[in-house]
C-alpha cells in the first residue's frame, strides 16, 4: 500500500528565505507526483506535476524535484513571500487509482 | 464559470440523515473522484470513477455510496449521517491514466453532523 509523509509538519521562516518542503512515498511505482498549494478552508490549486519520467518542473520562484527511485520529491520556493502562507499537499499517482496524498505541511511566512 | 462545482458548499445536518453532496464539471473528463479531508490528515480517497459505468471503492468508502448518473456528474451519500462523518468533501476529475494528467479539484462541501 502506497503511503506518502511531508515533513515537516509545519514550517515557520521570515520573508525572503529559500526553503524546502519534503515528500517521501514508499511505492516507486509512479505515474507522476505532484504538489498542490490549499488555502485555509479553500479547495486545492495544482502547483507543479512531475511525470515518472521527469527529474525536475519548475515554475516561477517553485522548483519541485524527483527522485523515484528513493522515494523522494523536494519542494523549493525561493525568496519566500507572506503571500506563501498556505498547506503545501505533495500527492502521487499510480496505475488505475487517483492521487494519493501526504497529510501536508502548513508553511506560514511573516513579514 | 468553474469547471468543477459542488453543492451544497456547506451543510449542518443531524446524526442519523441521509445526505447527498452533488458535484457537477464541465471539463468534459471521464474520471471523477470523491475525498474526504480532516484536519491534519490531507486528503483520504472515498470513491473513484473512471467512466460511467466504472465504481470503484477508495481506502474510505464504508458508510458511503456514489452514483455516477452521467459523465459530468457524480454524487457522494451518506445513508445515515454520523458525527465522524464530518469533514471537507472534495470532488476531482481527471482526463485519463496518462502521466502528464493532473486532477482538478472543485472548491469543496463543508459537511458537519451534529
Known amino acids: 500500500k502506497q503511503e506518502v509523509t511531508q515533513i515537516p509538519a509545519a514550517l515557520s521562516v521570515p520573508e525572503g528565505e529559500n526553503l524546502v518542503l519534503n515528500c517521501s512515498f514508499t511505492d516507486s511505482a509512479i505515474y507522476n507526483l505532484q504538489w498542490f498549494r490549499q488555502d485555509p478552508g479553500k479547495g486545492l490549486t495544482s502547483l507543479l506535476l512531475?511525470?515518472?519520467?521527469?527529474r525536475e518542473q519548475t515554475s516561477g520562484r517553485l522548483n519541485a524535484s524527483l527522485d523515484k527511485s528513493s522515494g523522494r520529491s523536494t519542494l523549493y520556493i525561493a525568496a519566500s513571500q507572506p503571500g506563501d502562507s498556505a498547506t503545501y499537499l505533495c500527492a502521487v499517482r499510480q496505475a488505475g487509482t487517483a492521487l494519493i496524498f501526504g497529510k501536508g505541511t502548513t508553511l506560514s511566512v511573516s513579514s | 464559470d468553474a469547471d468543477v462545482t459542488q453543492t451544497p458548499r456547506n451543510r449542518i445536518t443531524k446524526t442519523g440523515k441521509r445526505i447527498m453532496l452533488e458535484c457537477s464539471q464541465t471539463?468534459?473528463?471521464?474520471?471523477m473522484y470523491w475525498y474526504r479531508q480532516d484536519p491534519g490528515l490531507g486528503l483520504r480517497l472515498i470513491y473513484y470513477?473512471?467512466?460511467?459505468?466504472?465504481?470503484n471503492k477508495g481506502e474510505i468508502s464504508d458508510g458511503y455510496s456514489v452514483s455516477r448518473q452521467a459523465q459530468a456528474k457524480f454524487s457522494l451519500s451518506l445513508e445515515s449521517a454520523i458525527p465522524n462523518q464530518t469533514a471537507l468533501y472534495f470532488c476531482?476529475?481527471?482526463?485519463?491514466?496518462?502521466?502528464?494528467?493532473?486532477?482538478?479539484f472543485g472548491p469543496g462541501t463543508r459537511l458537519t453532523v451534529l
Open positions: 476531482a476529475t481527471s482526463e485519463g491514466g496518462r502521466a502528464a494528467d493532473t486532477q482538478y
Open positions: 471539463k468534459g473528463h471521464d474520471r
Open positions: 470513477s473512471f467512466d460511467v459505468k466504472d465504481i
Open positions: 512531475i511525470q515518472s519520467s521527469q
